[in-house]
């Protein structure tokens, strides 16, 4: 069993900046490729930004791109979002999830394991 704990979010005005973080446990992180998905109000959970295991390969939302970097540190079993030039679009409960396959991967279905979501909200 994997265990996912996001944390970072808060409010912020439009432009501000954020980082996300999520620690892992339970299983080798560094075998994982990990994503963050993100869910708004009456909106289905989509795809925000997804990194490989070893780093090395990363891949973006459109909606975010130029936007927000995701990274990990495999020493220290976390992933991060850093979400830069924040938009009151952007507001949503951001989810971190883990896979047992190594490749980034956009689709939900490719993932195993879920955090509880971290809140962020971004004001005008």
């Known amino acids: 069993q994997v265990q996912l704990v996001a944390s970072g979010g808060g409010l912020v005005q439009a432009g501000g900046s954020l980082r996300l973080s999520c620690a892992a446990s339970g299983r080798p992180f560094s075998s994982s490729a990990m994503g963050w998905f993100r869910q708004a109000p009456g909106k289905e959970r989509e795809f925000v930004a997804t990194?490989?295991?070893?780093?090395?390969?990363?891949r973006y939302a459109d909606s975010v791109k130029g936007r927000f970097t995701i990274s990990r540190d495999n020493a220290k079993n976390t992933v991060y979002l850093q979400m830069n030039s924040l938009k009151p679009e952007d507001t949503a409960a951001y989810y971190c999830?883990?896979?047992?396959?190594?490749?980034?991967?956009?689709?939900?279905?490719?993932?195993?394991?879920w955090g509880q979501g971290t809140q962020v909200t971004v004001s005008s």
């Open positions: 990194i490989s295991a070893g780093g090395s390969i990363t």
């Open positions: 999830a883990a896979s047992r396959n190594s490749w980034a991967a956009t689709l939900q279905g490719a993932y195993d394991y």
